[in-house]
């Protein structure tokens, strides 16, 4: 006898429950809906609506990834994030919905038909530079990654989005061969984990996250003491930058940005009341 839409979900809910996972109730609705091709409204409005031997057998090898820890976003090759849907794979960090905090941030001070120019250090997937830039019509950006498999899946994505007219994407080394005052904003999610915190990060982040993308040295402030400086001398006068930070280290990237001569430093906090961003401006 088939399974119905609404015995998939409780099922596989109560597996990943079971299993200790967090989120079942949402991870189940994400999976049932994909393997069955059903809506959220489907599973509310025509719960009994028969899942065929094909989707139940696609559903079954769902939930096998997600109780090996796989990330849903893998299992399924996307990932929502802001306005838009991305590809993600292993090549990239998955985005998060606490990086939304510096999307936000962002667009807040830059209205909607307002020219730009947008550089993302260490752009991975997209997400940054192309939530922003599918906000503001009006922007141009340029996407930096030292990983060419990285790159590859930024580009689908702009070209996905409708946004590669827009988008500049190339390898390379943070900001070398970038000009001084190139940008009107500079924004950046670099590897902030300290190298000894990444064996107890949760699986679905240490064992399927490029490790490239999470580790910030030894106290995960590497990256900050040579972007801060380099961040600052690429922005034009007045520009504005937004890095995301670990939740305990916004004073140190603060002070690191100050000494660099970055101007009006803060740091922003996320949903959870964590701090998440810091951001300031170069002087003039």
Same mark, same amino acid.
């Given at each position: 006898m088939s399974l119905t839409l609404v015995e998939a979900w409780t099922a596989t809910r109560d597996r990943l429950k079971a299993a200790g996972l967090e989120g079942p109730v949402i991870d189940a609705? @994400?999976?049932?809906?994909?393997?069955?091709?059903?809506?959220?409204?489907? @599973?509310?409005?025509? !719960?009994?609506?028969?899942?065929?031997?094909?989707?139940? +057998?696609?559903l079954d090898g769902f939930?096998?990834?997600?109780?090996?820890?796989?990330p849903i976003s893998h299992i399924l090759g996307r990932k929502g994030f802001w306005s838009i849907m %991305?590809?993600?794979?292993?090549?990239? %960090?998955? !985005?998060?919905?606490?990086?939304e905090t510096l999307v936000e941030l962002i667009l807040r001070d830059l209205s909607e038909h307002r020219p730009f120019s947008l550089l993302d250090l260490g752009?991975?997937?997209?997400?940054? %530079?192309?939530?922003? %830039?599918?906000?503001?019509?009006? +922007?141009?950006?340029?996407?930096?990654?030292?990983?060419e498999a990285a790159l590859a899946v930024a580009r689908d994505n702009a070209a996905n989005l409708g946004l590669a007219g827009r988008v500049a994407l190339l390898r390379?080394?943070?900001?070398?061969?970038?000009?001084?005052?190139?940008?009107d904003v500079v924004v950046s999610n670099p590897p902030y984990v300290p190298t000894d915190e990444i064996a107890a990060l949760a699986p679905e982040v240490r064992d399927h996250d490029p490790r490239l993308a999470l580790d910030g040295g030894a106290d995960g402030l590497a990256s900050y003491r040579r972007l801060?400086?380099?961040?600052?001398?690429?922005?034009?006068?007045?520009?504005?930058?937004?890095v995301e930070v670990g939740h305990d280290q916004a004073r140190a990237v603060e002070a690191l940005f100050d000494e660099a001569g970055a101007v009006e430093t803060a740091t922003t906090r996320d949903l959870?009341?964590?701090d998440r961003v810091v951001s300031g401006r170069r002087a003039g």
């Open positions: 609705r @994400i999976l049932v809906e994909a393997a069955s091709g059903a809506s959220r409204a489907d @599973i509310i409005g025509d !719960p009994r609506r028969p899942l065929s031997d094909e989707q139940a +057998a696609t939930v096998a990834r997600r109780l090996r820890r796989e %991305l590809k993600v794979t292993s090549e990239v %960090l998955t !985005p998060r919905p606490e990086s752009v991975g997937s997209g997400a940054l %530079l192309l939530a922003i %830039l599918a906000e503001r019509p009006a +922007a141009k950006g340029l996407g930096i990654d030292i990983s390379g080394d943070w900001t070398t061969g970038l000009p001084d005052g190139g940008f801060a400086p380099e961040i600052v001398r690429v922005l034009k006068p007045g520009g504005r930058f937004a959870a009341d964590r």
